[in-house]
């Protein structure tokens, strides 16, 4: 009974795996070690919004490096909600059958796991970790961590005319220039880098944001 036991929680932990990891959880236990993400002393991690750009991630992950662009199928990209460092709503995925998300995966030492959960307001419960795969060249698939806003939107805002875009799915102008800059920097195909010039943004522009990123001359349609 008590070995039956036993391995029913290892069970259990390992299949809760892609949900698991909250940073909350990863100080005084080992909930860490079974995320399917995990390699030896580095983990996957997958950036479609701001931190498809090296001089981003490194600002705040600087032992981050880049294994080159990778593909989310059967999730579409959307924005929803508000962010002040950025002022306007900041990127999520949302499961979505025969859309593809690209972005940029990244290897980071696994030490700095919970600082990253820490930085996408996961104790805040602002953004909440999965565990996903990610399609990357040569014809490979690497699970990797991915950030998902706990506050999902329910509707498609590419399914929205632009002047109907309500507020609060739309980008700042500077967090979309993020986003085209590390786009073209990771070699993600002109569709998806035209497309997200496309995306109706509020007009805010964070002059600290787009000096340090360098931002000011990048191209966007709107
Ligand atoms: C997480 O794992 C469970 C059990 O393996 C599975 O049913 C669920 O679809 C997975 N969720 C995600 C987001 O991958
Ligand atoms: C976590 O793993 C380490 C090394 O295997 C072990 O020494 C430690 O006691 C474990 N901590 C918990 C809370 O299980
Ligand atoms: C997804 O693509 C498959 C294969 O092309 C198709 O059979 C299916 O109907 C599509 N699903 C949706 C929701 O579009
Ligand atoms: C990564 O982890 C190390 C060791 O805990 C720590 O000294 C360093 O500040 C962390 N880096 C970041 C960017 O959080
Ligand atoms: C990709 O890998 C799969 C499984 O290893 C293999 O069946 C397939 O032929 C490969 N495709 C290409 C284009 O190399």
């Not at 399914?159 to 109907?164: A, C, E, G, T, V």
Request: with cysteine; proline share 5%; hydrophobic share 35%.
């Amino acid at each position: 009974m008590f070995v039956t036991l036993l391995i029913l929680s290892v069970f259990a932990g390992n299949l809760s795996a892609n949900q698991s990891g909250r940073s909350g959880d990863s100080g005084g236990n080992n909930d860490s070690i079974v995320l399917p993400e995990i390699i030896g002393d580095k983990f996957y991690y997958f950036g479609y919004g701001s931190n498809m750009l090296t001089k981003r991630i490194h600002l705040q992950n600087p032992t981050a490096i880049k294994v080159g662009s990778g593909q989310l199928n059967d999730y579409r990209l959307d924005f929803h909600t508000y962010t002040k460092r950025w002022e306007g709503a900041p990127a999520t995925v949302v499961p979505h059958q025969n859309r593809t998300v690209l972005g940029t995966l990244w290897e980071i030492d696994l030490i700095n796991l919970s600082d990253l959960d820490e930085q996408e307001g996961v104790p805040q419960e602002i953004y909440r970790p999965l565990s996903l795969s990610i399609a990357h060249r040569p014809n490979r698939t690497t699970v990797a961590r991915v950030y998902a806003l706990v506050n999902q939107p329910s509707t498609d805002f590419k399914l929205m005319q632009p002047d109907d875009t309500p507020f609060d799915r739309q980008p700042s102008k500077t967090y979309l220039k993020c986003l085209i800059k590390g786009a073209i920097e990771t070699g993600l195909t002109n569709d998806y880098v035209n497309w997200l010039k496309s995306i109706k943004h509020n007009g805010n522009v964070v002059d600290e944001l787009e000096n340090l990123l360098d931002l000011k001359d990048v191209e966007i349609s709107n």
